[in-house]
């Protein structure tokens, strides 16, 4: 059947939201699709280049950010510190790594959430589970619950709103390198850690001050004061995507303008289906999460539907098999993907197979996440695959939602700052801490 950005309807689909009002959601979709994309498909090209760069062991991804943005925790601050982080943990990953760090946030868009039920029960009420603030509202109550369409008006324009403040930040000066000091947040728990940031820091100032000596400085070297924060979010609710498709003028291609990267969640990844049906047609660098029941035979089929031609930089395979599983589940898959010559950025997510409970909160312990980090490193070169990247859910703020790491966050204290609105995220010490312990992987993937 032939491609067009309305064809996945001839599909099944899952993790949709039935609207009531089908005439308002016309209504709102006619709209979407007359207001400007998100991103220019010049700045995609630019993101395929440089995940390119990736696949061919030059570069590592860092991507990371909310599970779920909300629109009542919308605000700068929120943005600027998420911002900063990215920028910390990126300089601690290249400068133990010697390459460059890609840095794709989960940021700008990252509003719909697959979930496991349909419907949640709380005290005998039965209502319809909270499937991100593009959909519905989180509240527990049957008028919050209710798909509302211009929920995707509000979130294009918070998309916009955070798009346009992380170009600021990363073109208008907060990511020159001279200020490598002030991106720091300010609640470093652990001291070893702050200090262990702060000699980094000052080993950049120094390189950068015997720079200048020879000539390299901010003026004419933008590098040195500018970056690039590319942004991405699970392409999940298909009108919304659709609405965003546009055909570039200059290329005359197809690019899904409301992120540079799109990724497809492991609910959704069904060959037949909707999802990678509709992706297959957009040229944006995709993403495609596989948790403990794939098959090596699964990801080459996601390969051949979703990058027939192999190109680098094209398809991310994202690994979420949770700590318990990925050393039974991963070796033989990469050992066969590994003859196969497939142009693949390899991740990791260790955070979507480790979700536990610890009473009423969802919560997923520090040593955990990180266990799975170093098998997957450990995995991947003992099969001749290049650990490509992590992706992970964090956040700037000082919340208390992942147990464990340096800011020693226990079961008890969790209720102390509990802030997200879907799953937990690891906190500004803790994504600190993990970005010095992956540091170490990865300048060990990058000499072997
Ligand atoms: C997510 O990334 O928030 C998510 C739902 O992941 P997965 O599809 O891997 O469960
Ligand atoms: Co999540």
Same mark, same amino acid.
């Given at each position: 059947?032939?491609?067009?950005?309305?064809?996945?309807?001839?599909?099944? &689909?899952?993790?949709?939201?039935?609207? !009531?009002?089908?005439? @308002?959601?016309?209504?709102?979709?006619?709209?979407?699709?007359?207001?400007?994309?998100? #991103?220019?498909?010049?700045? $995609?090209?630019?993101?395929?280049? %440089?995940?390119?760069?990736?696949?061919?062991?030059?570069?590592?991804?860092?991507?990371?950010?909310?599970?779920?943005? +909300?629109?009542?925790?919308?605000?700068?601050?929120?943005?600027?510190?998420?911002?900063?982080?990215?920028?910390?943990?990126?300089?601690?990953?290249?400068?133990?790594?010697?390459?460059?760090?890609?840095?794709?946030?989960?940021?700008?868009?990252?509003?719909?959430?697959?979930?496991?039920?349909?419907?949640?029960?709380?005290?005998?009420? %039965?209502?319809? !589970?909270?499937?991100?603030?593009?959909?519905?509202?989180?509240?527990?109550?049957?008028?919050?619950?209710?798909?509302?369409?211009?929920?995707?008006?509000?979130?294009?324009?918070? +998309?916009?709103?955070?798009?346009?403040?992380?170009?600021?930040?990363?073109?208008?000066? =907060?990511?020159?390198?001279?200020?490598?000091?002030?991106?720091?947040?300010?609640?470093?728990?652990?001291?070893?850690?702050?200090?262990?940031?702060? @000699? =980094?820091?000052?080993?950049?100032?120094?390189?950068?001050?015997?720079?200048?000596?020879?000539?390299?400085?901010?003026?004419?070297?933008?590098?040195?004061?500018?970056?690039?924060?590319?942004?991405?979010?699970?392409?999940?609710?298909?009108?919304?995507?659709?609405?965003?498709?546009?055909?570039?003028?200059?290329?005359?291609?197809?690019?899904?303008? !409301?992120?540079?990267?799109?990724?497809?969640?492991?609910?959704?990844?069904?060959?037949?289906?909707?999802? &990678?049906?509709?992706?297959?047609?957009?040229?944006?660098?995709?993403?495609?999460?596989?948790?403990?029941?794939?098959?090596?035979?699964?990801?080459?089929? &996601?390969?051949?539907?979703?990058?027939?031609?192999?190109?680098?930089?094209?398809?991310?395979?994202?690994?979420?098999?949770?700590?318990?599983?990925?050393? +039974?589940?991963?070796?033989?898959?990469?050992?066969?993907?590994?003859?196969?010559?497939?142009?693949?950025?390899?991740?990791?997510?260790?955070?979507?197979?480790?979700?536990?409970?610890?009473?009423?909160?969802?919560?997923?312990?520090?040593?955990? &996440?990180?266990?799975? #980090?170093?098998?997957?490193?450990?995995?991947?070169?003992?099969?001749?695959?290049?650990?490509?990247?992590?992706?992970?859910?964090?956040?700037?703020? *000082?919340?208390?939602?992942?147990?464990?790491?340096?800011?020693? #966050?226990?079961? @008890? +204290?969790?209720?102390?700052?509990?802030?997200?609105?879907?799953?937990?995220?690891?906190?500004?010490?803790?994504?600190?801490?993990?970005?010095?312990?992956?540091? *170490?992987? $990865?300048?060990?993937?990058? %000499?072997?």
């Amino acid at each position: 059947m032939t491609w067009t950005k309305n064809s996945w309807k001839n599909y099944p &689909i899952k993790q949709q939201p039935t609207y !009531s009002d089908e005439k @308002e959601l016309n209504e709102v979709l006619t709209r979407l699709e007359k207001l400007p994309p998100l #991103v220019f498909a010049g700045e $995609v090209r630019n993101l395929k280049a %440089k995940l390119e760069k990736v696949a061919l062991k030059e570069a590592f991804l860092l991507q990371g950010g909310d599970c779920a943005e +909300s629109f009542a925790n919308f605000g700068a601050v929120n943005i600027r510190d998420m911002f900063k982080l990215l920028l910390q943990m990126a300089i601690v990953l290249t400068f133990a790594g010697g390459c460059p760090i890609v840095k794709i946030a989960r940021l700008a868009g990252q509003f719909a959430k697959p979930r496991s039920a349909d419907f949640e029960e709380l005290d005998g009420v %039965k209502l319809p !589970s909270y499937r991100g603030d593009i959909i519905n509202g989180f509240n527990f109550s049957k008028e919050a619950r209710e798909p509302d369409p211009k929920r995707m008006i509000e979130a294009y324009y918070q +998309s916009a709103t955070t798009l346009n403040l992380l170009r600021a930040f990363a073109k208008g000066g =907060l990511a020159d390198l001279h200020e490598v000091h002030r991106w720091n947040l300010g609640f470093l728990k652990k001291a070893e850690l702050g200090s262990k940031y702060d @000699e =980094l820091s000052e080993k950049i100032t120094q390189a950068l001050e015997f720079m200048q000596a020879c000539g390299i400085t901010a003026a004419n070297s933008p590098s040195l004061r500018e970056t690039s924060v590319y942004t991405s979010h699970e392409a999940l609710l298909l009108p919304y995507e659709e609405a965003l498709t546009r055909v570039d003028s200059l290329s005359g291609e197809i690019y899904d303008c !409301s992120a540079h990267m799109l990724w497809i969640g492991e609910r959704t990844r069904g060959l037949d289906e909707a999802h &990678i049906h509709f992706l297959s047609g957009v040229k944006n660098p995709l993403g495609v999460k596989i948790g403990p029941s794939a098959k090596a035979d699964d990801i080459k089929a &996601i390969a051949q539907a979703l990058n027939p031609k192999n190109e680098a930089g094209r398809l991310n395979i994202i690994i979420r098999m949770g700590a318990d599983k990925i050393a +039974s589940n991963l070796p033989h898959i990469f050992k066969e993907l590994s003859k196969e010559g497939l142009n693949i950025v390899y991740s990791i997510d260790p955070m979507h197979g480790n979700t536990t409970k610890a009473g009423n909160f969802k919560t997923r312990e520090f040593d955990k &996440i990180m266990q799975e #980090v170093k098998m997957f490193f450990e995995i991947s070169m003992s099969e001749g695959i290049y650990p490509g990247g992590v992706h992970l859910e964090m956040t700037g703020q *000082d919340v208390t939602e992942c147990t464990g790491g340096a800011s020693n #966050v226990t079961a @008890e +204290s969790l209720q102390n700052r509990y802030e997200t609105q879907c799953d937990p995220r690891l906190n500004a010490d803790q994504a600190l801490e993990l970005a010095f312990l992956i540091a *170490d992987l $990865v300048k060990k993937a990058r %000499k072997a």
